[in-house]
Structure formats: C-alpha cells, structure tokens
C-alpha cells in the first residue's frame, strides 16, 4: 500500500483527501468502506480487483493494470437521497478527465453507465454508509483503459476502452488519470447544482428514446433532478429511479403499456 495526500478544494477550502494505492483488493468499494474511520476525504485505488462489482453485485471485469479501478470517498450532510445523485458528478467528472486524454464523445446511459459509441468504457456505483452519526457517500468508479477485446469475455461486444493510449507506463498512467478525476469530482461541487444537473441531462443518452424497463415498453420523456427517469408506458406515466433499463431502436417500439 502505498499514501499520499492530494489537496482538494471544498467550499472555498483546502481539504485534505488521502490516495491510497493498492496491488489489489477484491472490491475498492468493500474495502474503503473497511477503512472508515477518522478521515473525512479519502480515495483507494487498487491496480486489480479479485471481485470488482457493479450494481445488484454484477460481476465488473477488473485485470490488472487494465483500467482505474478507484473509490472515493467522504463525509456528507446529506441524507442518503442526495448521496445518490452523487453518481452524476462522478460521470461529468469522468467525462471531463477522459476528454482532456483524448477520448471521443462520451455520452451517460442512465444511471450510471459511461458508453463511447454505444460501448461501455465506464461504470459508476454509488453507495452511502453510517459510522456513528456519520454519513459517508462512497463512489466506485471503474473505467477501461488498456483492455484487449477478447479480455472482456461475453462484454467484448458491448465494452470497450475508453482512450486509446500507446504507453508501457500503464501503471503511473492509471494513477494520473485516477487523480484527475478525484481533484475533478470535488471542483465540481463548486458549481451550483443546477449546472451539473443541465450537463448530465445534455449529455444523457436516453432522453426521448424508447426503453424496455421489467418488460414493459415506454418513452424516456424527462429526467427528474433527483436522477429518476419519467416514462410513458402508453397507459401511465411513471418515475423510475430503479431497475435497468434497454434502449430500442425506434423501429422496435412497441408502448402497450402491458406487463
């Protein structure tokens, strides 16, 4: 295990957030919840996961030296609703990062899911703990980086990098890019909420696109600001804020708002 201390800005401050690297752990996200104690900003990053998870516990393919395999995490005031939309400032500030490394247009499918040209490169997966009286929000963040395709098994038609970088420094690239986005998520709580909120929604790819949700059949109509999705099934207009979701091509649309 390797420490270092990044210097963050939150709320006009200078905070600390300590940066722990790691060989490997099963999951970022188990693990840093495992180290909770007294630091108020802290982040893990391990350089392969043994058990790398996304949401609903699905397997997320983490090979060594392969992609950022990272974990943010601090102390909130906010109540566990709050902490959820948490995952759209880790996707802009994804988005951010990769863009100054020379990825294309990356576009969010919601909630969680960062695609370049319709391929998964990113996953996001948001959780919130109590210590005590204490909230803690505790962001994974996974992203491709230096997969071949046939190393994403099954996913190697649906995921796919989200730069291309020719380095043999793939490590100290990693880390780079993995503390980019940790100065960039806490910078954007700078910015008012309602500008995050506009970004996500400019950026979002299932807006007005017909999606199959518990196979029902509906039209995205709006994203809420607390991140739920309305849809019109035909026979009622829902928000979701659960569940996955696939995108149709229009020519498959078929609301009948039946089960």
């Known amino acids: 295990m390797k420490k270092e201390k990044l210097i963050i800005q939150e709320k006009g401050r ?16 188990d693990f840093a919840k495992k180290m909770i104690k007294d ?7 391990a350089y392969k996961q043994s058990k790398g998870r996304g949401r609903y516990d699905r397997q997320f393919i983490s090979k060594r030296n392969r992609g950022i395999y990272l974990t943010i995490v601090f102390r909130t005031d906010e109540n566990i609703k709050k902490v959820s939309q948490y995952s759209m400032y880790a996707a802009i500030a994804v988005k951010h990062v990769l863009g100054k490394h020379g990825s294309g247009k990356i576009d969010f499918k919601w909630p969680n899911d960062l695609q370049l040209n319709g391929l998964k490169c990113c996953g996001i997966l948001c959780e919130s703990v109590m210590r005590n009286s204490d909230r803690y929000a505790v962001i994974g963040i ?8 046939q190393e994403l098994g099954e996913l190697k038609n649906k995921a796919t990098n989200a ?3 020719e ?7 990693i880390i780079e890019i993995a503390k980019n986005i940790i100065e960039e998520f806490f910078e954007l709580f700078e910015k008012p909420h309602k500008s995050i909120y506009d970004e996500y929604i400019l950026n979002c790819n299932v807006l007005n696109k017909y999606v199959e949700h518990k196979n029902r059949m509906g039209k995205v109509i709006s994203i809420n600001e607390d991140l739920s999705i309305k849809i019109d099934f035909g026979d ?15 020519k498959n649309k078929n609301v009948t708002g039946k089960e």
Not at 39 to 45: C, D, G, I, R
């Open 236 to 250: 009622e207009i829902a928000d979701i804020n659960y569940g996955e979701i696939i995108v149709q091509h229009e």
């Open 163 to 165: 730069v291309s970088i």
């Open 14 to 29: 200078e905070v600390p957030c300590f940066f722990y690297k790691y060989s490997v752990v099963q999951s970022t996200n």
């Open 142 to 149: 996974g992203v491709n980086l230096f997969y071949k395709q």
């Open 39 to 45: 630091e108020s900003h802290f982040a893990v990053l």
């Open 167 to 173: 380095t043999k420094k793939k490590k100290e690239k």
